[in-house]
């Protein structure tokens, strides 16, 4: 079997599940299975697979479509400038969230040595590309989940920051001492009679604690208020749906200068104040 024939049986075999983008993981899929990029695909379409090749794509591609998220399968996903390591312990880092990224960078741009703290840290995306982007910030982060801790460890050494920040167990309610100059966080948004309606990749692989929280937010606003230096930056990235209500949460607390930045797609995605 050449490589273009496997590609389009496994393309066909997603399609029938119901993959979103069945011809652009297929080739994700071989290209991990061959040790290989997905540019250098093209160039090999017309070669032979070993049978060894078969099988380790034929396994990667029951995988994905058994709807097991495609960050899953490969083992590893890009944030930003960072690859980092994904599986079930935290939730695939997602392109929205890099523009939560990228506010914060922007609010930190003048501070020489701004410390930070992350509340509920996943595999450590949000953290790590702080670290990576801005040169002398410091990072704590914290989360509920004792294996998304690790997992967020692994990543920090992986990617060479592990000396920038610290991760530990912590909860919303009972946020770390500060002060802070900034505080940020994605919080589980998701209503729980939403969860059915999910995409499957969602909803039957990624982490319940952390799409479904009751007052996750709540509890983040009001902690970080009494964490923060007076100047000092809260940051959330929120279910479109409900950054304006957002927002006014920030407005009843006392935080300043509210604003609400789109992400890519044109939706209102993250939520900001100022503590005076």
């Not at 011809?23 to 990029?37: H, I, P, R, T, Y």
């Not at 790590?128 to 801790?149: F, K, N, T, Y």
Request: net charge negative; charged share 30%.
């Amino acid at each position: 079997m050449t490589l273009a024939e496997a590609l389009r049986a496994a393309a066909e075999r997603l399609a029938g599940r119901g993959v979103p983008d069945p011809q652009v993981d297929a080739e994700w899929l071989f290209a991990k299975a061959l040790g290989c990029s997905r540019a250098e695909l093209t160039l090999a379409r017309a070669r032979e697979l070993t049978p060894e090749e078969v099988g380790e794509a034929a396994a990667l591609v029951t995988r994905r479509a058994a709807r097991e998220p495609l960050a899953y399968v490969l083992g590893e996903w890009g944030f930003r400038r960072l690859t980092l390591r994904t599986d079930p312990r935290a939730l695939v880092p997602r392109p929205e969230t890099e523009v939560l990224v990228e506010r914060c960078l922007e609010l930190l741009a003048g501070y020489a040595e701004p410390l930070v703290l992350d509340v509920g840290v996943g595999s450590g995306a949000i953290a790590l590309a702080l670290a990576d982007e801005h040169p002398g910030v410091s990072v704590r982060g914290i989360d509920v989940s004792e294996g998304a801790l690790a997992l967020a460890g692994e990543n920090a050494r992986r990617t060479g920051l592990a000396d920038r920040v610290v991760f530990e167990l912590g909860d919303a309610a009972d946020l770390p001492s500060g002060p802070f100059d900034l505080v940020v966080s994605n919080p589980p948004y998701v209503e729980p009679d939403e969860v059915e309606g999910l995409e499957p990749e969602v909803r039957d692989w990624e982490p319940r604690a952390a799409l479904v929280g009751a007052d996750t937010t709540e509890a983040v606003v009001s902690g970080a208020w009494h964490r923060l230096r007076p100047g000092g930056f809260l940051v959330l990235e929120m279910h479109a749906s409900a950054a304006r209500d957002v927002a006014d949460l920030l407005r009843a607390q006392g935080y300043d200068e509210r604003r609400i930045t789109l992400d890519l797609a044109g939706r209102e995605r993250v939520v900001e104040g100022t503590r005076p």
